[in-house]
Nanobody, 128 residues
Framework: QVQLVESGGGLVQAGGSLRLSCAAS????????MGWFRQAPGKEREFVAA????????SYADAIKGRSTISRDNAQNTVWLQMNSLSPDDTAVYYC?????????????????????WGQGTQVTVSS
């Protein structure tokens, strides 16, 4: 079975940093575009960052661009999201998602409906 397990969330003060991890199993990780999404209470799930399966091409949401870095290591079957300069607006459950064999190996989708597998989420809470 496919499993995506997020970790690294927690409580952090505004201005602080967190490094989220997503460990994948049950699929060929290197064939997958990987994405991070987040969902705050009462809001829709929104795109945060994504990374392609070839050449690790990255995309970022405007709200997170410049403050965050997505990266992957196919040998470890892991994708990370490094977030800096966190604010209370970043408070949400963060989800890892995988899209096997996306049509463009050099791109990663930014729409959640284009991802096939999802992790359980990890809570990020940023205090003022």
């Amino acid at each position: 079975q496919v499993q995506l397990v997020e970790s690294g969330g927690g409580l952090v003060q505004a201005g602080g940093s967190l490094r989220l991890s997503c460990a994948a199993s049950g699929l060929t990780f290197s064939s997958c575009a990987m994405g991070w999404f987040r969902q705050a209470p009462g809001k829709e799930r929104e795109f945060v960052a994504a990374i392609s399966r070839s050449f690790a091409m990255t995309s970022y949401a405007d709200a997170i661009k410049g403050r965050s870095t997505i990266s992957r290591d196919n040998a470890q079957n892991t994708v990370w999201l490094q977030m800096n300069s966190l604010s209370p607006d970043d408070t949400a459950v963060y989800y890892c998602a995988a899209r096997p064999t996306y049509s463009n190996a050099y791109e990663a989708p930014t729409k959640p409906d284009l991802y096939d597998y999802w992790g359980q989420g990890t809570q990020v809470t940023v205090s003022s």
